[in-house]
């Protein structure tokens, strides 16, 4: 029986009420889970492993509940652009990728996860110009690799790049958009056949890995592919997995294709729930909030994505009142930058504050850390699984170096991780109760090696695809005043 001991930490516990406790304790592992929490330093038997944490953090791993692993390998190329634009100029490093860099773009996250705190991750992996098996096989097999417990989430879509934004003929005034704009997509059968072999070889790999069907967004599914991934979800007992009304844009797209808002289609069509998690969710209709509530449906609330590309300010209180399920996000490395998900939980304290200059109306460094952590799990469908120290759960612990500045002087622990906390004091990450990080470096990965290589292959993928920018270059003036058009009178 593997048995490990974590010693004499001081571990951030969650009580009923939501409110965190330090409590020095040591914390016995078994099987991956965690067994108990001793006061006192335990009698530990020949052969068990003893990590000594005196003088450690000891906190719940965190839970990245949205990003895009295949962005880390075009981090820094997208121009200061909203979404519609930043997505044209993100695409040429993102198609006819390799399985190879598809693996090595998900190392580059898991490293970086890790290294920040963050034991789980959510996957929403895009494909360019199709969803492939390879490419699925590659992203499962570099979580398998590096450790790290992931819900995979193949990005599905089935209408052209054209049709998922309100266009007019005005705003497109001619322009020649066939070879990017209207290219064919997959057939939704074909897609759902893809996503149920990936479900068959993947889900539930190692109790680590878990799959959920991933559709954009509803302007970029035909309803027909949107419920075939819902009853695909239910058939299996899934998580669903799609962006939602991330832009202005958006909103307009879909009261005109629905002659409803989004969430109330959505609705219509049977997809809220509780297995349904929505990123973003930023330009609701009156009344959305309270029906995603009820229905159990989540948000992943994604501030510093929606900060870079100007979409919009979340109201983290307002959701949070309306009992809505909300968990936390980086968002890609392209849009971000980085997969940090301590940054995240400081960016969404800090932002809840420019909705009101009201103190009642913030959020707190608390209730965020919640967010990152059993609220995550929650939201992906692992809740009775990681999230919390306690017993029973697994071991996906994150221990950070208290002889560091920002908790010198330690005087409260979840605010200074929260918003002084920046993940250069992570030591060590357990995931399952395997110490996968161990002074602030990767045990499972070669961390050097990953980086060189990624180098190479993000150099060459760009020069290579120079002519699909070319290809996407015929819609940046038509999106320019689609823009201009919807958000007259809004610019100060
Ligand atoms: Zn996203």
Not at 137 to 144: E, I, S
Not at 452 to 468: F, H, I, S, W, Y
Request: a negative charge; one cysteine or more.
């Amino acid at each position: 029986m593997q048995v490990t001991w974590l010693v004499d930490a001081l571990c951030l516990v969650h009580d009923a009420a939501g409110n965190w406790q330090g409590r020095t304790c040591s914390l016995e592992l078994r099987h991956g889970r965690i067994a108990a929490l001793h006061d006192s330093p335990p009698q530990h038997a020949p052969g068990e492993v003893v990590l000594a944490a005196r003088g450690m953090l000891c906190v719940p791993g965190l839970v990245n509940a949205h990003t895009h692993s295949p962005d880390n390998l075009i981090r820094g190329t997208a121009p200061d652009l909203p979404l519609e634009l930043w997505s044209l100029h993100s695409s040429a490093g993102r198609e006819r990728r390799s399985p190879r860099e598809v693996y090595l773009a998900a190392l580059l996250g898991c490293v970086e996860m890790l290294r920040a705190g963050a034991t789980t991750v959510l996957d929403h992996i895009r494909f360019s110009p199709a969803m492939a098996p390879e490419t699925m096989d590659a992203v499962a097999q570099a979580y398998r690799d590096a450790g790290m417990r992931a819900v995979i989430a193949p990005v599905m879509a089935d209408r052209a790049v054209a049709d998922t934004m309100p266009l007019t003929e005005d705003d497109l005034d001619g322009a020649d958009i066939a070879a990017y704009g209207h290219r064919p997509a997959m057939p939704a059968a074909e897609q759902i056949a893809l996503l149920e072999a990936f479900i068959r070889d993947w889900h539930g790999h190692e109790a680590r890995l878990s799959v959920a069907p991933g559709p954009s967004a509803p302007q970029r599914c035909s309803d027909a592919l949107l419920c075939a991934a819902g009853e695909l979800a239910a058939r299996h007992g899934l998580a669903l997995h799609m962006h939602l009304l991330e832009t202005r844009p958006q909103r307009e797209l879909c009261l005109s294709l629905y002659g409803r808002g989004a969430v109330a289609h959505l609705n219509g069509l049977g997809l809220l729930g509780p297995r349904s998690s929505f990123a973003h969710a930023l330009w609701l209709e009156p009344g959305d909030a309270e029906l995603m509530a009820e229905a159990g449906a989540a948000v992943v609330h994604n501030p510093v994505s929606n900060a870079r590309l100007g979409s919009g300010v979340f109201g983290l209180r307002r959701m949070r009142d309306v009992g809505l399920r909300l968990a936390l996000g980086t968002d890609s490395a392209c849009c971000n930058d980085s997969n940090n998900l301590i940054e995240t939980m400081k960016a969404a304290t800090l932002l809840s504050r420019q909705k009101s200059p009201m103190p009642e109306a913030w959020v707190s460094p608390g209730e965020v850390l919640a967010m990152a952590t059993a609220g995550g799990a929650d939201v992906l469908g692992l809740g009775a699984v990681t999230g919390r120290i306690a017993p029973g759960m697994a071991a996906d612990l994150t221990l950070l170096r208290l002889a560091s500045p920002a908790f010198s002087p330690l005087l409260d622990p979840v605010r200074q991780l929260v918003l002084g906390e920046s993940g250069a004091a992570v030591d060590t990450v357990l995931v399952a109760g395997r110490a996968v990080l161990r002074h602030g470096r990767c045990t499972t990965l070669d961390e050097g090696a990953i980086w060189a290589e990624a180098q190479a292959l993000a150099e060459k993928r760009l020069r290579d695809n120079a002519g699909v920018l070319a290809d996407a270059a015929a819609l940046e003036r038509p999106i320019r005043r689609m823009y201009a058009r919807l958000h007259r009178g809004c610019c100060a």
